[in-house]
């Protein structure tokens, strides 16, 4: 099952508890960040709206369906998972940073101090969602994966007290598991579900209440579709999203390219040997005939 | 010969010098402190410069290659081999710049084992890769002469045109991927720059810059090193790169009009501005140059005809990796870039790099004509066949 967050900015109160857990799931420093970062998985923006009010606006990756990240990289370190999170593997990525340039919404971030950078972005807490109370422990409390080798989530080791402590922080009011984020809401402004499901409440939520959103699901069709969806009740462009988007999938856009390759390549080596051998047949041709007449020219020599 | 020390070889060694201080910088401390590379850029002039446009200005090998072994077109074998010397050092330059600009350059070969099919950079990486082996295989007839080894000479001569139409082909992928690589991101650059056709642009300029740079590069070996190419093959050579020149600027033309960014030339923008450098350079000067009577057939004329095709050519691919982002970075995150000292003085380090490669490889191989004709009368490049070029085909300057 393909799973999404939605956020609905009417019922965020800014209270900051998704930042708080995100920071502390990954184990970041909890200090106020105005950007998103290495560091910084997901921020809280205030906004003073015209007309008085304030909203909140949570930013985070925006999990695509089908992601540009994921397409650019070129060792395939990015990858979108059946259960909708777009992860990435540390171990594979070689810093060319072409996920940062491909991504629309500028989502990956890159350890720019470190001796030997990675690429980082939120991950929909999709290892972490996938710890069970049941795994085996090695000697020195050291979780273990089922290879039997110490589970690792974004370079760490985890232990026995981390791991308990992950399990509480991703298992919801229902007993699912869900991101950080989503089960540290308290006003159910981040909701984690079913990816269908999430979009059918979503529309619900505007159709029912045209007064208090903005007729649009941000996220339902934005570069093919996401699994995160956002409603609003003040327009989107207002508030900083990026709309200025394609509503296809972008990957489409270099695979339309790259699909033609081995094609260009039988036709253009034919082309080639082809050019080649008439060329090189001309120059036979040229020289036979030089011989022919120095010959005859020898012969009627002998003859005169 | 007594070494003297000249006023560029004093410039060359202050260049590299700086270069050396950058290197260790980057490597001692990293991306971050070292170049004004961030989350909002994360490509620049590495990539920009070293890479994307360092590409091109290679492609004379693939371009010379192919009209000397796969046209026949035996009047300027003369150039084949400094033309394919240069691409081998550009391309060898370009992975140098690369392994500064990757934050992991000790894992590169993941590229190999970890393959992303759907990634025109994977695309890219391995085009680069086997053209850079395909280049230094087909160089390698220089070294084998020099070190007389002629059985190995005589197995690189039957596998030199197989070799050429290999690069020509490779050559033809990733000169024209390294365009397809900003397909993905039609959203953050200015209509001037992105086109559905980019990957034909890109191939067909580095066609134009590939004679440029061949040009340029006959110029001032003439000069430094009193090794002379016939003017009117080099205004040949100057006349199909204007060809190519007008082919590009057409297909150029004629996508901005589709696109309807014809009039945004008019608009007084630091995009605008660019967009005209982009056109003086690579269209209008070298065209005037090269038309006007009594300079265009001169060695000069033409020179500066190519010059102006590769700064032109250099401003376009600055232009594709740089300008074109940087309205969207400077309005989504209110910040330009430029790049640091660090940054500059790695790229102006590599460059003269390039010219110091290519002065040894000059001075201790054999390069250039009058070392490759007692060659030519043992046995021909690409045939096998005992023949003369400078019987078959003569090649006699007129003037």
């Known amino acids: ?304 | 010969m007594v070494r003297k020390i000249t006023f560029w070889k004093i410039v060359a060694a202050l260049f590299l010098l700086g270069g050396g201080i950058a290197t260790i910088v980057r490597f001692g401390w990293g991306l971050g402190a070292s170049t004004n590379l961030s989350d909002m850029t994360p490509w620049g002039l590495w990539i920009g410069f070293d890479v994307v446009t360092g590409v091109g200005l290679a492609a004379g090998g693939f371009t010379i290659a192919g009209i000397v072994y796969i046209f026949n077109i035996k009047r300027f074998k003369p150039i084949a081999r400094p033309a394919i010397l240069t691409a081998f050092l550009g391309y060898t330059l370009v992975i140098v710049g690369l392994m500064f600009d990757l934050g992991r350059p000790w894992v590169i070969w993941h590229a190999l084992i970890y393959q992303n099919p759907h990634s025109v950079l994977f695309e890219v990486a391995m085009c680069v890769m086997i053209y850079t082996t395909v280049l230094a295989l087909e160089f390698s007839p220089v070294v084998l002469e020099r070190f007389r080894l002629h059985k190995a000479l005589k197995v690189m001569k039957a596998l030199t045109v197989p070799l050429i139409i290999l690069g020509i082909l490779l050559s033809m992928l990733h000169q024209s991927s390294l365009g397809s690589l900003y397909l993905i991101v039609p959203q953050k650059m200015h209509p001037f720059w992105y086109s559905p056709l980019l990957p034909v642009l890109f191939f067909v300029s580095a066609i134009c810059v590939g004679l440029g740079m061949t040009i340029v590069e006959s110029y001032l070996s003439a000069r430094a090193f009193q090794k002379t190419l016939e003017t009117p093959l080099l205004r040949e050579l100057a006349r199909i790169m204007i060809g190519v020149l007008l082919v590009f600027f057409t297909l150029r033309f004629l996508d901005l009009g589709n696109r309807g960014a014809l009039p945004l030339l008019f608009d007084g923008s630091f995009e605008a501005a660019m967009m005209w450098l982009e056109l003086g350079f690579m269209l209008i000067i070298p065209l005037v140059l090269f038309n006007v009577k009594g300079w265009g057939r001169t060695r000069r004329g033409l020179f500066f005809t190519a010059v102006s095709v590769v700064l032109g050519f250099v401003t376009n691919r600055l232009n594709v990796t740089m300008t074109s982002v940087e309205r969207y970075y400077s309005e989504h995150f209110g910040q330009s870039y430029f790049p640091s000292i660090g940054e500059l003085a790695v790229t102006i380090s590599i460059v003269t790099l390039g010219f110091v490669l290519f002065a040894m490889a000059v001075k201790y191989l054999p390069i250039f004509p009058h070392h490759v004709e007692e060659e030519e009368a043992v046995i021909d490049l690409a045939t096998g066949r005992t023949e003369n070029i400078r019987t078959s085909s003569p090649v006699t300057d007129p003037s």
């Not at chain 1, 008085?52 to 990289?73: F, K």
């Not at chain 1, 080791?157 to 919801?172: A, P, V």
């Open chain 1, 1 to 304: 099952m393909s799973h999404a967050l939605l956020i609905d900015l009417s019922l965020c109160v800014g209270c900051g508890a998704c930042r708080t857990a995100c920071q502390e799931i990954h184990h970041f420093p909890d200090e106020e960040n105005t950007v998103l970062n290495d560091k910084n998985f997901t921020l809280l923006e205030h906004h003073q709206l015209k007309d008085g009010n304030e909203l909140w606006v949570r930013r985070m990756c925006q999990h695509c369906v089908e992601p540009a990240c994921a397409s650019a990289c070129l060792v395939g370190a990015l990858e979108k998972t059946a259960d909708g999170a777009v992860t990435w593997d540390t171990n594979k990525c070689i810093g060319c940073r072409y996920c940062m340039l491909a991504c629309p919404f500028d989502i990956p971030k890159y350890e720019w101090h470190a001796m030997s950078p990675k690429v980082r972005k939120c991950t929909m807490c999709h290892a972490e969602r996938h710890l069970t109370a049941d795994m085996k422990t090695d000697k020195d409390g050291f979780v273990l994966d089922r290879r039997g080798e110490r589970m690792v989530i974004e370079d760490r080791t985890i232990k026995i007290e981390d791991r308990d402590h992950i399990i509480e922080m991703t298992t919801g009011a229902d007993g699912g598991r869900a991101s950080a984020c989503s089960v540290a809401c308290p006003a159910e402004a981040t909701v984690y579900g079913d990816r269908e499901t999430l979009l059918a409440e979503a529309t619900r939520r505007i159709k029912e209440a045209p007064d208090s959103y903005v007729q649009k699901v941000y996220g339902k069709s934005e570069v093919g579709g996401t699994s995160v969806f956002y409603i609003s009740p003040v327009p989107f462009e207002d508030l900083g999203f990026i709309t200025k988007v394609e509503h296809t999938p972008l990957p489409e856009k270099t695979w339309n390219v790259l699909k033609h390759i081995p094609n260009v390549v039988v036709t253009a080596g034919v082309a080639l040997g082809a050019v080649y051998w008439i060329t090189s047949r001309r120059d036979d041709v040229r020289r036979f005939e030089e011989e022919q007449a120095a010959n005859k020219k020898q012969g009627g020599n002998h003859g005169a």
